[in-house]
């Protein structure tokens, strides 16, 4: 990305994934830790461990879970991940834009959203 002058980049991760996995609920962990959600989290942990070491001014948006359906329009940063949190796929994909289009650099990593 470097070699192509490739400065910013927007990823989609998971909320669960990294030091967010301390805002799931109990019942969550547990659903994570005894299925292939597992797996799925310890990749999306991997890239974001290789974006955070490169020069690129990166962001994993963390969403929890996804629906189908039209958006709220009320997406913004959560704290926590319980077994009712929920965000459309649409909601996902305009904060993904609109982060694209920020002025600056992330100020984190990683954000998790949902609908508050």
């Known amino acids: 990305m470097s070699k192509h002058g490739i400065r910013r980049l927007v990823t989609i991760s998971a909320a669960g994934v990294g030091d967010s996995f301390?805002?799931?609920s109990p019942l969550m962990r547990l659903l994570i830790r005894n299925s292939n959600i597992?797996?799925?989290n310890r990749d999306?942990?991997?890239?974001?461990?290789?974006y955070e070491k490169s020069?690129?001014?990166?962001l994993a948006v963390r969403p929890v879970g996804l629906v189908n359906g039209?958006?709220?329009n009320r997406a913004k940063l959560?704290?926590?991940?319980?077994?009712?949190?929920?965000?459309?796929?649409r909601d996902v994909a305009?904060?993904?834009l609109d982060a694209v289009e920020r002025s600056g650099t992330f100020n984190t990593p990683t954000e998790m959203i949902g609908w508050g």
Not at 44 to 50: A, K, P, R, S
Not at 55 to 58: E, P, T, Y
Not at 78 to 89: E, P, T
Request: proline share 0%; hydrophobic share 35%; aromatic share 12%.
């Open 22 to 24: 301390q805002k799931v």
């Open 38 to 40: 597992e797996r799925a």
């Open 44 to 50: 999306f942990e991997n890239m974001e461990e290789v």
């Open 55 to 58: 020069n690129i001014d990166s």
């Open 70 to 72: 039209q958006t709220n």
């Open 78 to 89: 959560v704290d926590r991940f319980n077994f009712s949190s929920q965000i459309a796929k």
């Open 94 to 96: 305009e904060w993904m």
